[in-house]
């Protein structure tokens, strides 16, 4: 079975600019989280999805947004990017809500 | 406020040897933990978990404890193997109706020295 798959791994971008990020859950798998990573953060929780519905929202500004598709994948948009929005974003899917996580490799991505 | 704390940033053991990671939690509503390993350039792993009815799971050479009471979790790898050199983080679920969120630590990097 394959894992969850994330698109693009990498990313540079500069302030201002917007950013959409792709996740592919694994088959089967109907909730998709997100998590920022950064440096001494570990992981922080941004979104998750069930159905296409919002479950849970972190607290992040509202320039951090996402979505998910009826076939379960889905999508995060950063908009006016920041110094700071530089991190490692990571994407985990579960076949429920309550189920084990399993991640994504994640994308890098560099505001400049 | 952080809710899940792994107050090591850093742990180096010798090969064969037992390597202890810990974790301490402050809300008592967490209901479910898991340990992740992961690798530079990696998503997390999913290594093993634990229910809050359980003290112990063991799978293979990694065992989690759970102490309700400390709001301790701690995750033995025994032996250790250069292999297992990686960060751990360390996740908790809270079991309030309608929130289903992991709340993760901020990770231990272990180093298995050969």
């Known amino acids: 079975k394959a894992g969850v798959t994330q698109t693009p791994r990498y990313l540079i971008k500069t302030r201002g600019q917007q950013v959409t990020l792709s996740c592919s859950p694994i088959?089967?798998?109907?909730?998709v989280s997100w998590y920022q990573q950064t440096p001494g953060q570990g992981l922080q929780f941004l979104f998750e999805?069930?159905?296409?519905?919002?479950?849970n929202k972190g607290n992040f500004p509202g320039r951090f947004s996402g979505r998910q598709f009826s076939n379960s994948r889905s999508e995060m948009n950063v908009s006016t990017l920041e110094l700071g929005d530089s991190a490692l974003y990571l994407c985990?899917?579960?076949?429920?809500?309550?189920?084990?996580?399993?991640f994504g490799p994640g994308t890098r991505l560099l505001v400049l | 406020d952080q809710q899940v704390k792994q107050n090591s940033p850093s742990l180096s053991v010798q090969e064969g040897r037992i390597s202890i990671l810990n974790c301490d939690y402050t809300?008592?509503?967490?209901?479910?933990f898991l340990w992740y390993k992961k690798y530079p350039a990696e998503g997390p792993t999913f290594l093993i978990s634990?229910?809050?009815?359980?003290d112990k799971n063991e799978d293979g050479r990694f065992t989690v404890f759970l102490n309700k009471s400390a709001k301790h979790l701690s995750l033995h790898i025994v032996p250790s193997q250069p292999g297992d050199s990686a960060v751990y983080f360390c996740?908790?679920?809270?079991?309030?109706?309608?929130?289903?969120?992991?709340?993760f630590g901020t990770g231990t990097r272990l180093k298995v020295l050969a």
């Open positions: 985990a899917s579960e076949r429920t809500p309550q189920e084990t996580q399993y």
């Open positions: 088959s089967g798998h109907r909730s």
């Open positions: 999805y069930f159905s296409e519905t919002q479950r």
């Open positions: 809300n008592s509503m967490f209901d479910y």
């Open positions: 634990i229910s809050s009815i359980k």
């Open positions: 996740a908790a679920r809270p079991k309030t109706s309608g929130t289903y969120k992991y709340i």
